[in-house]
């Protein structure tokens, strides 16, 4: 028998499985508070999915606020949407806005690599178009186990293929990304994805659901039983062997709920995704914004309906009936509670005027997609409004939801949890590399660069980034292994955007505040090493259990650097996603804040890739240049830095002392003197310094260009410091003759150091280092580009 | 047709096409217009040829192309295609041609069982088709390469018939991607009217998107040919 509102006022003392729902003692009793008397089990599912932890933020909110109240000054011209909706939107000039943000999908993607990975790709996506906007690109941070652990190769290849098979299929070229391999993502890989979308600025659409009368349609996919309790079984709560195995935790609970204890159903809470379904929802929803027939809109990911209409409703005037008999179900039977926690993909939910409902469903009849009105926005009574609200959900002529949907969407709990600096840090910080044994001969030196450009988080990443379709759309200006990705978004003026993500979890776990920054640093400098003006920010923080006070201390470090840093770089965070939960056995994974960085530059055709070039006599201004390669120069402070450095992992599995020392106001004159250089077209190549130090850029873009390049010692280095440390704000470019003296003089009006350090020489065909090694691009591409391809064939 | 009337270069697109936009935007940089055709409109609109572009039709379910040879508008297409009308089919538009078998073989899962995405080195094998006259014969082209079902097979028979009328529009050098048999990339029909390729040369149509401009000559090969009609 269903569980009506008049039952539940009825029977007070029923006891609910609110604990195997993830509600906690506390939780259920605040819900019988907030509704004077207890849930139905309908509202319990919706109140269970959407307090969890994905949905509400309960552990992080209190942290999160710095994002939106330290705000940098530039916010103000560029901030069309920030932190709260669906996505933030930027305006990047010629009346045309981006929209990007970040989420991860990395439970699912353990549980069911392939389709986990899928739908965060379809999920993400339907966020973006949630704001008005295309999708455009698309772009994946990976975080595995060891490159060469068993499970790995379960899981790697197919969350690759899973985001190839819906992103391409979506027709979204994939432009970017991390692929990162550490011992702490072996039970947890972190599958985040990041979409990026253009809309005109005057045409952002938001989740709200005003205009008493107007309607709410459901459009999309058929509601299933899949992916019932993903959010709060998957995404909130660390894994053990029940959930691993079957994943069913919650549905059970959920299912109890809808037959009374008598059948208990075991299907998977990863969801199944449908790319063809997703790409036709996309070119209708464009056809729907372009038509003016929407108000509001709001996609169906996490929390299905229960999100969808207690978030629209809430957001908007507050008052929402829904029909659920109107529901298109995959299967007739499902009970009122599957309804509203499904989180089948494909799914779209608007607020249209009762006048252009006629055209909505023609539209939606072109594309073949199916949609029905569920619902509409109902007028509340001042009693009601305060209450936060009144949506009535009814199933078969009975009310089974009556609840003010603030309480449900948007003022669920918010904890406090304690902070405790882990007393290992003391320790670890006083680890220092300066104990490890250096390299020091030239066969040393070539035998650390070779093993360190062939180690997995070092070496050539084109066995993952070809089964992504980076052309599609034909706006595709730049794409992995540049630093950044770029796209094109007007034909006719060549205005354009760059993304790149960026995260060192090891940075991370020795100074989370300084690793946060390092991070954003490492994003915004790639952005600016293509030529484009590093704009906006959004963030992607995937850590350990919020219980653990260790892991909470890391997130608050996190967050705090992330907002100063931004401050500092005047990019704001526009929105993003956190992940807790992610712990491999007993331990939380390195904390890994991923940060994406937009940047916008006003014409593509000024934008520099990271290879060095062979000289082009089409370029030439004197007859000069054809006798010299394109200078090659170092721009900022080498220091002694290998804290958490990949030199110190890769060879001696070293996690220890202090991370690269950050200097933000210095990454702010490194990222204006390249983007100055580019508008200028000074620059033949740009390549941003990381991971692997001066010696891996040097190698990345030899091998890029295919050319080589002679290389001299400043007088007094240490051939190992300065080729391997990973000291940040820094950059390597190559000039050409003719533009050298420009570039050194934009570089001194910024008191930007820089070091003339060689020469591009196509004739070499390797890479030499005066005095320290000289190694041949065959030999170089070898151990670069062989390893994935051993790992995974 | 005259020099003076720009040629109307027909682009079909599917439910699930994704290289629509991109061979209209070739045909549009090649000097034609380009005219949307609907799949579900069994009407080309007086178009001049037809490009099916690359994408997943139908989401390519139960087989690549299976279900979009029955739509409304493959039945013009395959009408006038016998007819001499210039088609060209792109990765996905290839696959409907074979499902429409106005060309022989078919394409099955890449040998490597992975979707391929590259930049893939051609020789034009056939430069006398519709959509290849703009090329030197034997011309070493680079155009992007990418799908998950591209791998050409076909019965030796009609490989060694494809081999001897010089049938053979397209060949992959520098390593085969994806286990075509003989390295065949693309195919024509006996006329050399109706060409379908698994590469796709509407992404080599500028340096700035795409690896080379080599891709452009498809479209100004049937431009010239209509213009000389």
Known sequence: MVDTVETAAGTPDEPQPYAELGLKDDEYARIRAILGRRPTSAELTMYSVMWSEHCSYKSSKVHLRQLAEKVPAEAGEILLAGIGENAGVVDIGQGWAITFKIESHNHPSYVEPYQGAATGVGGIVRDIMSMGARPVAVLDPLRFGPADAPDTRRVLPGVVAGIGGYGNCLGLPNIGGELVFDPSYAGNPLVNALCVGVLRKDRITLAHASGVGNKIILFGAKTGRDGIGGVSVLASATFDDDTVLAGDTVLAGVSVLADGGKRKQKRPSVQVGDPFAEKVLIECCLELFDAGLVVGIQDLGGAGLSCATSELASAGAGGMTVDLDQVHLREASMAPEEILASESQERMCAVVAPERVADFLAACARWDVTARVIGEVTALSPEEARRGGRLVITWRGETIVDVPPRTVAHEGPVYDRPVQRPSTQDALAADDPARLPRPSTPEELRETLLRLVASPNLCDKSWVTEQYDRYVQGNTVLAQPEDAGMVRVEESTGLGVAVATDGNGRYCRLDPYAGAQLALAEAYRNVAATGARPLAVTNCLNFGSPEDPGVMWQFAEAVRGLADGCLVLGTPVTGGNVSFYNSTGETAILPTPVVGVLGVLDDVARRVRHGFQAYDDTDSDTDSDTDSGAAIILLGETRDELGGSEWAWALHGHLGGRPPAVDLARERLLAEVLVDAARERLLASAHDLSDGGLAQALVESCLAGRVGARIGLPAGADPFVWLFSESAGRAVVSIRAGDEQRFIDLCAERALPWARIGTVDPGLGALVVDGALAISLTELRTAWAGTLPALFE | ?229
């Open chain 2, 1 to 229: 047709m005259t020099a003076a009337t720009r040629a109307r270069i027909g682009v079909v697109t599917f439910p699930g096409s994704l290289d629509d936009r991109d061979a209209a935007r070739a045909v549009r940089l090649a000097g034609a217009e380009p005219v949307p055709l609907w799949h579900a409109d069994a009407d080309l609109r007086g178009v001049d040829a037809v490009i099916l572009p690359g994408g997943f039709s139908y989401g390519d379910y139960l087989r690549c192309g299976a279900i979009a040879r029955f739509a409304p508008v493959m039945e013009p297409v395959i009408a006038s295609a016998r007819r001499g009308l210039p088609v060209l089919g792109i990765c996905n538009g290839f696959q409907i041609l074979c499902e429409s078998h106005l060309l022989p073989g078919a394409l099955i899962r890449n040998a490597r069982r992975r979707f391929v995405c590259r930049d893939q080195r051609l020789r034009v094998e056939n430069a006398g088709t519709a959509w290849t006259s703009a090329y030197q014969p034997g011309a070493e082209i680079v155009v992007p390469l990418k799908n998950g079902e591209g791998s050409y097979v076909a019965d030796q028979h009609t490989l060694d018939a494809l081999e001897g009328e010089g049938r053979v529009v397209v060949r992959y050098l520098g390593g085969n991607p994806n286990g075509s048999y003989r390295d065949i990339a693309g195919i024509c029909d006996p006329a050399g009217t109706v060409v379908g390729l698994m590469p796709h040369p509407e992404h080599a149509v500028d340096p700035l998107t795409g690896p080379s401009e080599d891709g452009l000559g498809f479209v100004t090969s049937v431009l010239a040919r209509l213009v000389a009609a």
